[in-house]
């Protein structure tokens, strides 16, 4: 098969990235008339489940299919890559942020919960979620119930425990995206990071998640976007009127060790929506041919608090951890200190094994452990870097340890209502809370109310220099302490609406986006 490049030609738009930032704000551009190309660094997976063939031996970061693992200081990051970028991977997960995560001073005083509400609704009529429905055969998950009862019992508790609002679908019916691609119901095979299955009603996958290419993606090809994977954006330049955009492509690991040549493709306007590491490292590598550039580049790191894969074993009944969505249920367990929200998270063979956690196969023992994803308010004060290998991240917990080890307390609590034994995540040191995961990484471009105090403004839009703006999780002041994917679409919606039309837009705007 021939595939297509984007060089050499000009686009009103080119978005860097395909995930639930540059997704959003390519769809909206696409459906507003403008010219639209998206640079995808990795590869497309249009039917077939991902691959998990491990690349990148000897490097700081491994390939598996369609994720990157980055080995940081202090904190490793797990990454999308490919055409939809996290959401080939993630869970379903759409919550909102809590409405006092804005009030951080951190934040740009434009930006809150009142006024992205109305985005958060608009995102919301692209990516569908709902509580999980119960399983014709299998019921309710039956972890999802465990979990809400032990969380019951915890006196830390801080909210009612509840199903959360997944993007996936569970109703019986099959139902069409916003592109009019079928979906049918979730099969329950807890797959969620590799993806649905074959179907056997019609060609091609389950399409049980909502997956970008089911929904923005694929509404943006519908209007004129072109979607180019494999390329690979090194810098961004603007030698004159126009920007210059350098990419490699095709696939990262070449047969040979010869260096690929360098292309370029021009546009009016840029969207940096390569995630929060490669958005960072993009502008990070493009600062001598952006001098205007803040400062502030690559600080404020975030691992949104993540806790992922500490466990409670031996409990005292079979907890089914493959039966339904990877996640499926949560409860609120702030403190006076720290926003703390805790979901269950059902046995994922692959990861634990790529991870070192656990084998790839699931034992008779296991089916009686609970594994948790923790997210909470870290300091937010990593520091993003570039070295002979590309991104480097520089975590130090010294003053997210109080987060940590709340989340811990709380773990414990939901561990005895549950007859269980608690464990830390393996390679996790309680001591100096080194040795976390993250899948989602957040900051490193921030909002500001000035270039000394952020990358970019409160719209997206990229301090020194106009017509270069970002739109995805590395736009984050401070950690969610919830599941990012939603904020991060809402905050990308509200990055296309200004760029489309100059203003904010309100409840019920005559100009609100369609939803196809």
């Given at each position: 098969?021939?595939?297509?490049?984007?060089?050499?030609?000009?686009?009103?738009?080119?978005?860097?990235?395909?995930?639930?930032?540059?997704?959003?704000?390519?769809?909206?551009?696409?459906?507003?008339?403008?010219?639209?190309?998206?640079?995808?660094?990795?590869?497309?997976?249009?039917?077939?489940?991902?691959?998990?063939?491990?690349?990148?031996?000897?490097?700081?970061?491994?390939?598996?299919?369609?994720?990157?693992?980055?080995?940081?200081?202090?904190?490793?990051?797990?990454?999308?890559?490919?055409?939809?970028?996290?959401?080939?991977?993630?869970?379903?997960?759409?919550?909102?942020?809590?409405?006092?995560?804005?009030?951080?001073?951190?934040?740009?005083?434009?930006?809150?919960?009142?006024?992205?509400?109305?985005?958060?609704?608009?995102?919301?009529?692209?990516?569908?979620?709902?509580?999980?429905?119960?399983?014709?055969?299998?019921?309710?998950?039956?972890?999802?119930?465990?979990?809400?009862?032990?969380?019951?019992?915890?006196?830390?508790?801080?909210?009612?425990?509840?199903?959360?609002?997944?993007?996936?679908?569970?109703?019986?019916?099959?139902?069409?995206?916003?592109?009019?691609?079928?979906?049918?119901?979730?099969?329950?095979?807890?797959?969620?990071?590799?993806?649905?299955?074959?179907?056997?009603?019609?060609?091609?996958?389950?399409?049980?998640?909502?997956?970008?290419?089911?929904?923005?993606?694929?509404?943006?090809?519908?209007?004129?976007?072109?979607?180019?994977?494999?390329?690979?954006?090194?810098?961004?330049?603007?030698?004159?009127?126009?920007?210059?955009?350098?990419?490699?492509?095709?696939?990262?690991?070449?047969?040979?060790?010869?260096?690929?040549?360098?292309?370029?493709?021009?546009?009016?306007?840029?969207?940096?929506?390569?995630?929060?590491?490669?958005?960072?490292?993009?502008?990070?590598?493009?600062?001598?041919?952006?001098?205007?550039?803040?400062?502030?580049?690559?600080?404020?790191?975030?691992?949104?608090?993540?806790?992922?894969?500490?466990?409670?074993?031996?409990?005292?009944?079979?907890?089914?951890?493959?039966?339904?969505?990877?996640?499926?249920?949560?409860?609120?367990?702030?403190?006076?200190?720290?926003?703390?929200?805790?979901?269950?998270?059902?046995?994922?063979?692959?990861?634990?094994?790529?991870?070192?956690?656990?084998?790839?196969?699931?034992?008779?023992?296991?089916?009686?452990?609970?594994?948790?994803?923790?997210?909470?308010?870290?300091?937010?004060n990593g520091v993003l870097s570039l070295d002979d290998q590309g991104i480097v991240?520089?975590?130090?917990?010294?003053?997210?340890?109080?987060?940590?080890?709340?989340?811990?307390?709380?773990?414990?609590?939901?561990?005895?209502?549950?007859?269980?034994?608690?464990?830390?995540?393996?390679?996790?040191?309680?001591?100096?809370?080194?040795?976390?995961?993250?899948?989602?990484?957040?900051?490193?471009?921030?909002?500001?109310?000035?270039?000394?105090?952020?990358?970019?403004?409160?719209?997206?839009?990229?301090?020194?220099?106009?017509?270069?703006?970002?739109?995805?999780?590395?736009?984050?002041?401070?950690?969610?302490?919830?599941?990012?994917?939603?904020?991060?679409?809402?905050?990308?919606?509200?990055?296309?609406?200004?760029?489309?039309?100059?203003?904010?837009?309100?409840?019920?705007?005559?100009?609100?986006?369609?939803?196809?």
């Amino acid at each position: 098969m021939i595939r297509a490049s984007a060089a050499d030609q000009t686009f009103d738009v080119v978005v860097i990235g395909s995930g639930f930032g540059g997704a959003a704000v390519a769809c909206r551009l696409a459906q507003a008339g403008k010219s639209v190309a998206i640079l995808e660094r990795g590869k497309e997976y249009p039917v077939e489940q991902g691959s998990f063939t491990t690349t990148g031996h000897g490097t700081r970061t491994l390939r598996h299919g369609h994720f990157l693992v980055d080995q940081g200081n202090g904190m490793n990051v797990i990454r999308g890559i490919g055409v939809g970028g996290g959401s080939l991977h993630y869970f379903g997960v759409r919550l909102r942020a809590d409405p006092e995560i804005f009030e951080d001073p951190r934040w740009p005083s434009g930006v809150d919960r009142r006024v992205l509400d109305p985005y958060y609704d608009l995102a919301d009529t692209m990516i569908r979620s709902a509580p999980v429905s119960a399983n014709p055969v299998a019921g309710m998950p039956a972890r999802g119930i465990a979990f809400q009862n032990a969380a019951r019992a915890s006196r830390r508790a801080r909210r009612e425990p509840k199903w959360v609002p997944l993007a996936v679908h569970t109703e019986e019916a099959p139902a069409p995206t916003p592109a009019g691609i079928p979906q049918t119901r979730c099969v329950y095979c807890g797959d969620c990071i590799v993806g649905c299955p074959a179907s056997e009603t019609f060609e091609g996958n389950v399409n049980a998640r909502e997956l970008l290419t089911l929904n923005y993606l694929a509404v943006a090809r519908q209007h004129g976007a072109r979607i180019y994977p494999e390329h690979f954006v090194q810098t961004i330049r603007k030698p004159g009127p126009l920007f210059e955009i350098r990419f490699t492509e095709g696939d990262e690991e070449p047969a040979s060790d010869q260096p690929k040549p360098v292309r370029s493709v021009h546009a009016h306007r840029v969207v940096v929506a390569a995630g929060t590491l490669g958005s960072t490292e993009v502008l990070l590598q493009s600062r001598n041919d952006l001098p205007g550039l803040s400062p502030m580049l690559g600080q404020h790191f975030s691992g949104n608090g993540d806790f992922i894969y500490a466990t409670t074993r031996d409990a005292a009944f079979d907890l089914q951890p493959k039966s339904g969505p990877a996640i499926v249920a949560g409860c609120d367990f702030s403190t006076d200190d720290n926003k703390i929200f805790i979901e269950d998270l059902g046995a994922i063979p692959i990861l634990g094994s790529m991870l070192g956690l656990e084998k790839g196969k699931l034992t008779v023992r296991a089916r009686y452990r609970m594994r948790y994803l923790g997210m909470g308010t870290d300091a937010a004060n990593g520091v993003l870097s570039l070295d002979d290998q590309g991104i480097v991240v520089n975590w130090d917990p010294t003053r997210s340890l109080p987060l940590y080890h709340q989340i811990t307390a709380a773990l414990r609590e939901i561990s005895q209502g549950l007859n269980g034994r608690y464990h830390h995540p393996i390679g996790y040191d309680p001591v100096t809370g080194t040795g976390l995961l993250t899948a989602h990484p957040l900051g490193g471009c921030v909002m500001g109310e000035t270039g000394e105090q952020g990358v970019a403004d409160s719209r997206g839009q990229v301090f020194g220099v106009p017509g270069l703006y970002v739109a995805d999780g590395a736009l984050v002041s401070t950690a969610l302490a919830t599941n990012p994917s939603f904020t991060i679409s809402a905050l990308a919606e509200r990055v296309a609406f200004f760029m489309i039309h100059g203003r904010e837009m309100q409840a019920g705007d005559p100009n609100t986006p369609p939803k196809s």
